[in-house]
C-alpha cells in the first residue's frame, strides 16, 4: 500500500508559479513511477508529468512541456511539480499517483495509488 498527500495548492494570476508537493509512503520501491494528473471542472482527468523513481527520467504531457518541471527527492520520499508561466487553463485538482510498472506511463491505469487532489486556480 501506498498512501499519497498532495500540499501547494492556491490561487496565482497569469504568468505567476506554483509548486505542488507529494509526500509518499507505504511500500515505495525502486520500479515505482510518481505521477501528476490534474482534472478541470466538467473535463477528465489528464495526464500532467511523471517521473520513474530508479533513474528520474520524466516525461510530460504536451500542454506543460517547458513550463511545469517533475522532480523527486527519493531519501524523502517526495514529489514535486513546479509550475510556471502558469495560464488560466491550468486551472484544475492536482492529483499525485503512483505505481508500479516497467515504463513511465500517461494513462489513468499505469498507476494504482492516489492521492486527494490538490486544487490550483490561476486567474486572467
Known amino acids: 500500500q501506498v498512501q499519497l498527500v498532495e500540499s501547494g495548492g492556491g490561487l496565482v494570476q497569469t504568468g505567476e508559479s506554483l509548486r505542488l508537493s507529494c509526500a509518499a509512503s507505504?511500500?515505495?520501491?525502486?520500479?515505482?513511477?510518481m505521477g501528476w494528473f490534474r482534472q478541470a471542472p466538467g473535463k477528465e482527468r489528464e495526464f500532467v508529468a511523471a517521473i520513474r523513481w530508479i533513474n528520474l527520467n520524466t516525461y510530460y504531457a504536451e500542454s506543460v512541456k517547458g513550463r511545469f518541471t517533475i522532480s523527486a527527492d527519493t531519501a524523502k520520499n517526495m514529489v514535486y511539480l513546479q509550475m510556471d508561466s502558469l495560464k488560466p487553463e491550468d486551472t484544475a485538482v492536482y492529483y499525485c499517483a503512483a505505481g508500479q510498472r516497467l515504463r513511465l506511463g500517461a494513462r489513468l491505469p499505469d498507476y494504482d495509488y492516489w492521492g486527494q487532489g490538490t486544487q490550483v486556480a490561476v486567474s486572467s
Open positions: 507505504g511500500r515505495i520501491t525502486t520500479s515505482a513511477n
